[in-house]
């Protein structure tokens, strides 16, 4: 006897709107008139990971905006298309060195990508990080001595010539990672001195975090001693970060920098509450990798909440993404 195997398909259910009982939600077109967007475009800040254009792309490609010099002007316009008005530069650097020359040279990877983003999009908002891992041959965030402990003058002159450099380049905002008590307070008195008081200072409120990894790894920024405790908070701390949070304003910083923002909502929150500082809250590059695995509307959901908690800007690898979903209408 001969069997045909059935083959059993689910019925398909017209999608029809179901009514609540709530006055503000029951109806489509009362929530409508009640919705607000959180999240536009316009409050996404994209990290771009700027490449030589000798380097194999294999090296770096696993991250979506790290991208070739040679293709930076094509990239950034396609971000200003997508309404997004904002970007944070970093450069790779293939000649890290203990005294990190080469972040002073006037003709290095940042200054050029600062001036290829300008000509590309007049009005986009540039900001940088003065900071020195990319540039040590040690991967450390400062100078150090011979001993290996911190040279706090050497590291402060560093921070205000990389500002300077960065700002007669065109960026328009500063931003020192590690955490350095009176670094912000440098940047301020280097960028006034040398005629640039109209350049934003946004220092960052950073946990020591696994979240890093992927950049690291892919800007080869991994500190030899394998952690930037000194220069970042214990997760344990949040009081800690709310105290440096409060050492920068006190500094002159025009803004914070929340990182990474998966694991810092808590302080983000207790930020928002104290402060109405603009407050930026960064996604950073493993958070990026985990949301590979998901579709659109878990990745705008997490944006969504990061501003419900308090952001006024969402820093995200994933913020090209974003914007097209948001352009969707998701």
């Not at 008005?85 to 290095?108: G, T």
């Not at 800690?240 to 929340?258: F, H, K, N, P, Y």
Request: hydrophobic share 40%; charged share 20%; net charge neutral.
């Amino acid at each position: 006897m001969n069997s045909t195997p059935t083959t059993v398909t689910a019925p398909v259910r017209p999608r029809q709107e179901v009514t609540g009982i709530n006055p503000v939600r029951a109806r489509a077109r009362v929530r409508a008139l009640h919705h607000r967007e959180l999240l536009t475009a316009a409050n996404l800040i994209v990290p771009i990971l700027v490449q030589p254009d000798a380097r194999p792309r294999e090296e770096y490609s696993y991250l979506p905006t790290a991208v070739p010099i040679s293709q930076l002007g094509r990239y950034v316009s396609g971000l200003r298309e997508h309404g997004i008005r904002a970007c944070k530069v970093f450069v790779f650097c293939e000649s890290k060195a203990p005294d990190a020359a080469d972040a002073l040279r006037p003709d290095n990877l940042m200054v050029a990508a600062i001036q290829t983003i300008r000509a590309a999009t007049g009005d986009m908002v540039i900001s940088t990080e003065v900071c020195g891992c990319a540039w040590t041959d040690s991967g450390e965030c400062v100078i150090t001595d011979a001993r290996g402990r911190t040279d706090v003058k050497a590291t402060y002159l560093l921070m205000g010539q990389m500002a300077v450099l960065h700002a007669e380049a065109g960026a328009d905002i500063i931003g020192p990672a590690a955490m350095l008590d009176g670094s912000v307070q440098v940047i301020r008195h280097a960028l006034h001195e040398h005629g640039h008081p109209d350049v934003g200072v946004t220092p960052s409120v950073i946990f020591d975090s696994g979240l890093f990894a992927a950049y690291k790894t892919a800007m080869r920024t991994d500190p030899g001693r394998g952690n930037r405790r000194g220069f970042q908070i214990d997760a344990e701390h949040q009081r800690q970060a709310l105290t440096q949070a409060q050492r920068w304003m006190s500094e002159g910083a025009d803004g914070l920098l929340i990182q990474p923002a998966m694991m810092t909502v808590d302080v983000l929150t207790r930020l928002r509450m104290d402060t109405d500082t603009p407050l930026t809250a960064f996604s950073v590059s493993q958070e990026q990798q985990m949301h590979t695995a998901v579709d659109n509307p878990v990745v705008l959901e997490y944006a969504r909440m990061l501003c419900r908690a308090g952001a006024d800007f969402v820093m995200t690898y994933d913020g090209p993404r974003i914007a097209r979903a948001l352009a969707e209408g998701l």
